[in-house]
């Protein structure tokens, strides 16, 4: 059995789950997230213990199983405390600005580049080299995150742009004018 699979989900108190046939709704402080998962697992709800079983041992119901309990769990997870990233922007002049429930970012191009959320996001200027993504949902924190960062990734060279916060920036050495040889 998969071992991801097989660990059981205890849901927190003041969250609440509901099993629908394949369909999973979790209701929590920080939101609500609904999600259809495959038909073959067999998703249990006891006593405030979520438990996942697979049909039978083939490699597809086995990776499955694994991937199920873990999208059970981040649920769960997201609804209770709910998910962040953090994004720092370094450069000289890079700044991010609030405005209402959206950022307008400014790296170095000729124009501030906006942002909106994803879904139920909530983004957030910390002072003006920082932002933080909170939700409920880890895929679309995430997503939010990685869009962000696109907008200007680390460059290995000066070490500006839009980094995650714990990220390291591995710097490459650049050109030197000595040793050409002519």
Do not use: W
């Not at 699979?5 to 997230?33: C, F, H, M, N, R």
């Not at 997201?78 to 400014?106: D, H, P, S, W």
């Not at 680390?154 to 050409?180: C, H, M, W």
Request: hydrophobic share 30%.
């Amino acid at each position: 059995m998969s071992r991801i699979g097989k660990a059981p989900i205890t849901v927190p108190s003041g969250v609440d789950v509901k099993v629908d046939g394949t369909t999973v709704t979790v209701k929590g402080k920080v939101g609500e997230l609904s999600r259809t998962l495959p038909a073959t697992m067999k998703i249990d709800l006891t006593d405030g213990v979520i438990s996942v079983t697979r049909p039978n041992d083939e490699p597809d119901q086995r990776a499955l199983h694994g991937l199920t309990r873990s999208l059970l769990n981040n649920m769960v997870i997201g609804c209770a405390e709910g998910f962040t990233k953090r994004l720092e922007l370094i450069g000289t002049g890079y700044r991010v600005q609030q405005k209402g429930k959206a950022l307008e970012v400014n790296v170095g191009y000729s124009h501030p580049i906006p942002v909106e959320p994803i879904g139920t996001n909530t983004l957030k200027a910390d002072g003006q080299n920082f932002i933080d993504i909170t939700g409920p949902s880890k895929e679309d924190v995430g997503e939010q995150a990685a869009q962000i960062r696109k907008v200007r990734k680390p460059n290995p060279y000066t070490g500006k742009g839009i980094k995650y916060s714990d990220e390291v920036i591995r710097r490459k050495a650049g050109k030197t004018a000595a040793g050409t040889g002519a």
